[in-house]
Structures are given as C-alpha cells and as structure tokens.
C-alpha cells in the first residue's frame, strides 16, 4: 500500500481514536510502561494522544504522526496537559533526527504499519541516548496457534482495508533490529506486546 492512501486511511480513523483516549483503551497497560518515559521524550505515530495521561509533567514531548487529522486531535488534546508538547508532521520511515536526540522513545501500536519495521527500530537506536530507553506497546501474533491462524488467514485483508499487518512477531522484529531487549510482557493470548529496549 502506497503511503498517501495509508494516509487517507489513518486521517479518516482519527475520530476513532479521540473516543478510544476518551474511553481509556488499553490504559491498564499505558500506564505499566509508559509512566517510565523521562527526559526528551520522542512519540512517534502519536496519532490523537492515548499516552497524555501516563506521562510524568516533568517531561518534554516530542510527536511524530504523518497523518494531519491526527496531529490535529493531538494538538487539541496537548492543551490538557502541563508538558512542553511539539508535533511534528512527517513519517518515521523517512524522517531524520540527530543521534542522541532523545532519552525515550515511545512506540504504540505503531509496528504494524511500517513496510520496514526493523529499520524503523534501527532508528530508534540512532535517535536515542545510548543510557536513554524504548518503550513499545504493540500487537502482533498470538502464542494462541487458533487465534493466530485466524490472524494469519485475515491479514491480506485487513491490510488492504486499514494498512495494519495482524501477523508480525514483535518480538522477532526487535531481535532483528540493532536495539537490546531488556523485558518482554505478553497479555491477550500474547496478543499485545510490552517492549522494555534500550540501544
């Protein structure tokens, strides 16, 4: 899929994810790993803001989203928190920070848009301080064989409707990046993935 219609597609969903922040989804496991984010923190594909919340006030946040209704929705609900927020409008896969820009990465639910997600990875490595972290909260495939099949099966299809591969190991993807895995936690029939990573 090209990258303007992957575009089209996230701009058209960014209703959805206002009411997902809204809602609260997955804030159980948001606030496991993303309450560790300090210092210079870089978000990327951070869509309408599901992390606001879990973030200390302390901290300076940087958004990436190449997607404007996002970085709309973003921007609107930045004005609710106390940390310095910059978005930023431009892709991950192309985009260039300096080394060592950042003292955390953030990457939510994000792994399964990327045509080159370990080159994506490779950046964060690049990007990030080499005593800074990467935390990731992702899905991928299941440990579940039943569900997984079903993953498998559906795939072709719901990357052709929403751009969104339901069959990457995340944990596969991170041994293949330059990144070091520090803590792995599976939740949902390991479904959805906690990354602890470091460069």
């Given at each position: 899929m090209d990258r303007q219609s992957l575009i089209k597609k996230f701009d058209k969903r960014a209703h959805k994810y206002n009411k997902r922040r809204k809602n609260g989804q997955a804030s159980e496991f948001r606030q496991r790993i993303f309450q560790e984010a300090k210092g210079k923190v870089l978000e990327v594909a951070i869509g309408s803001g599901l992390n606001f919340p879990f973030y200390s006030s302390d901290i300076e946040l940087t958004g990436?989203?190449?997607?404007?209704?996002?970085?709309?929705?973003?921007?609107?609900?930045?004005?609710d928190y106390?940390?310095?927020?910059?978005?930023?409008?431009?892709?991950?896969?192309?985009?260039?920070?300096?080394e060592n820009s950042f003292d955390t990465i953030i990457s939510s639910g994000?792994?399964?848009?990327?045509?080159?997600?370990?080159?994506?990875?490779?950046?964060f490595q690049k990007w990030c301080k080499p005593d800074g972290k990467i935390l990731m909260l992702e899905h991928g495939i299941s440990t579940n064989?039943?569900?997984?099949?079903?993953?498998k099966s559906l795939n072709p299809l719901v990357v052709k409707v929403?751009?969104?591969?339901?069959n990457r190991d995340i944990s596969e993807i991170v041994k293949a990046s330059n990144l070091t895995l520090i803590r792995e936690e599976r939740y949902f029939a390991g479904y959805l993935y906690l990354i602890w990573a470091r460069p």
């Open positions: 990436l989203d190449f997607s404007p209704a996002m970085l709309k929705s973003a921007q609107n609900a930045a004005k106390p940390f310095k927020t910059t978005l930023i409008q431009d892709d991950v896969e192309t985009v260039d920070f300096d994000s792994l399964c848009a990327y045509q080159e997600p370990v080159n994506v990875l490779n950046s064989k039943p569900l997984a099949w079903l993953q929403v751009g969104c591969h339901q």
